[in-house]
C-alpha cells in the first residue's frame, strides 16, 4: 500500500528521503514488508503524501494491529528508530562484520553487562525501559541460533575485555559467553591487542551488513555519541569494508585471542580471591 501512495505521489523513494529523511533502505524495507515502519515515520510518509481519511485511518489501524502482542517485538517502542531499522535489518542479514572499540556488541552481550552498560550510558532511562532494551538485546541474539544463522566476524579492541564493567563477576560472566559464542561455526571472533598500535578503527565503531537476496543492497551501521546512522551507497561501504579487513589482518588469530581471553578470566578470578 506505502509503495503504491509513493508512486501515486510521483515520488521517488530518493525524493521521500530528502524530504522526511527517512533512509532509502528504510523506506525500500518497509515497502517490501521486510521491516514495519514506527508511527512517526508512517506519519511522515502519509504526511508526504497528502493522505487524507479513510486511507490514513486505514494506514495506521494497519500498523496498530501489526503491534499487537504476538506480531511484534514488545521492546521496539523503546529503542530510537534508526536503531530499531538496525534491528530488522540485522534479523534478516546474511553476515554481520563488527568492529567494537569500546564494548561488547550487544548479540554477546550477558544481560548483567547489558544492564550495567546502559545504566552508565543512559542513567535517567526508568527501570521498565532499561529493562525492555536488556530484553532487546537478548531477543537479537536469537539470529545466532536460528535456522540459518546470521554469519558473525567480530573484532574487538583489547580494552573491550580489560575495561571492568559491572565488576570482576559481570565481566567473568560476560568473557564466559565470548568463548562459548566463538566455539559456533557461524561465528568468528579476533581481538585487535593494544601492541597493534594505530589502526583504522581508532575512528570509531561500526557494524557491515550483507544480505541474501542479491538485490538487497549492502549497508553499514555506526553508532554514535549524539546519534546513529545507517550509510549506503557503493563507495561507502567498500571503504567500511575495506577498513575492516584491514583490523582483522591486524588482529590475533582466533585462537590467539581466545587465549588472552582465557588470561583475563584467570586475572579476574585472581582479583576475587
Given at each position: 500500500?506505502?509503495?503504491?501512495?509513493?508512486?501515486?505521489?510521483g515520488?521517488?523513494?530518493?525524493?521521500?528521503?530528502?524530504?522526511?529523511?527517512?533512509?532509502?533502505?528504510?523506506?525500500?524495507?518497509?515497502?517490501?514488508?521486510?521491516?514495519?515502519?514506527?508511527?512517526?515515520?508512517?506519519?511522515?510518509?502519509?504526511?508526504?503524501?497528502?493522505?487524507?481519511?479513510?486511507?490514513?485511518?486505514?494506514?495506521?489501524?494497519?500498523?496498530?494491529?501489526?503491534?499487537?502482542?504476538?506480531?511484534?517485538?514488545?521492546?521496539?517502542?523503546?529503542?530510537?528508530?534508526?536503531?530499531?531499522?538496525?534491528?530488522?535489518?540485522?534479523a534478516?542479514?546474511?553476515?554481520?562484520?563488527?568492529?567494537?572499540?569500546?564494548?561488547?556488541?550487544?548479540?554477546?552481550?550477558?544481560?548483567?553487562?547489558?544492564?550495567?552498560?546502559?545504566?552508565?550510558?543512559?542513567?535517567?532511562?526508568?527501570?521498565?525501559?532499561?529493562?525492555?532494551?536488556?530484553?532487546?538485546?537478548?531477543?537479537?541474539?536469537?539470529?545466532?541460533?536460528?535456522?540459518?544463522p546470521?554469519?558473525?566476524?567480530?573484532?574487538?579492541?583489547?580494552?573491550?575485555?580489560?575495561?571492568?564493567?559491572?565488576?570482576?563477576?559481570?565481566?567473568?560472566?560476560q568473557?564466559?559467553?565470548?568463548?562459548?559464542?566463538?566455539?559456533?561455526?557461524?561465528?568468528?571472533?579476533?581481538?585487535?591487542?593494544?601492541?597493534?598500535?594505530?589502526?583504522?578503527?581508532?575512528?570509531?565503531?561500526?557494524?557491515?551488513?550483507?544480505?541474501?537476496?542479491?538485490i538487497?543492497?549492502?549497508?553499514?551501521?555506526?553508532?554514535?555519541?549524539?546519534?546513529?546512522?545507517i550509510?549506503?551507497?557503493?563507495?561507502?561501504?567498500?571503504?567500511?569494508?575495506?577498513?575492516?579487513?584491514?583490523?582483522?589482518?591486524?588482529?590475533?588469530?582466533?585462537?590467539?585471542?581466545?587465549?588472552?581471553?582465557?588470561?583475563?578470566?584467570?586475572?579476574?578470578?585472581?582479583?576475587?580471591?
Open positions: 500500500m506505502l509503495q503504491e501512495l509513493r508512486e501515486h505521489s515520488l521517488s523513494k530518493e525524493e521521500v528521503s530528502g524530504k522526511t529523511g527517512i533512509n532509502v533502505t528504510t523506506l525500500y524495507r518497509i515497502e517490501t514488508a521486510q521491516a514495519r515502519p514506527q508511527r512517526r515515520t508512517l506519519t511522515a510518509m502519509l504526511d508526504l503524501y497528502g493522505i487524507g481519511e479513510p486511507q490514513r485511518s486505514d494506514a495506521l489501524q494497519l500498523l496498530t494491529d501489526a503491534l499487537k502482542p504476538g506480531m511484534a517485538r514488545p521492546f521496539e517502542a523503546a529503542v530510537g528508530e534508526v536503531y530499531g531499522a538496525y534491528i530488522n535489518f540485522e534478516e542479514a546474511l553476515s554481520a562484520r563488527f568492529f567494537q572499540a569500546s564494548y561488547i556488541p550487544g548479540l554477546l552481550q550477558t544481560e548483567a553487562y547489558a544492564d550495567a552498560i546502559m545504566q552508565t550510558n543512559m542513567p535517567k532511562l526508568s527501570d521498565d525501559v532499561r529493562g525492555q532494551r536488556v530484553q532487546a538485546r537478548v531477543e537479537r541474539a536469537k539470529v545466532l541460533t536460528k535456522e540459518e546470521l554469519e558473525l566476524w567480530v573484532v574487538l579492541d583489547e580494552c573491550v575485555i580489560r575495561r571492568m564493567v559491572g565488576g570482576p563477576a559481570v565481566m567473568i560472566e568473557l564466559q559467553r565470548l568463548l562459548d559464542e566463538a566455539d559456533r561455526r557461524n561465528v568468528i571472533l579476533q581481538l585487535l591487542p593494544f601492541d597493534a598500535g594505530a589502526h583504522p578503527g581508532m575512528a570509531g565503531s561500526f557494524v557491515l551488513l550483507d544480505f541474501r537476496n542479491p538487497d543492497p549492502e549497508l553499514v551501521y555506526v553508532e554514535g555519541i549524539a546519534s546513529d546512522e550509510i549506503e551507497g557503493h563507495n561507502e561501504i567498500r571503504r567500511y569494508g575495506v577498513m575492516f579487513d584491514q583490523l582483522r589482518a591486524v588482529a590475533l588469530s582466533p585462537r590467539n585471542s581466545e587465549e588472552m581471553i582465557l588470561q583475563t578470566i584467570a586475572e579476574l578470578r585472581a582479583s576475587l580471591t
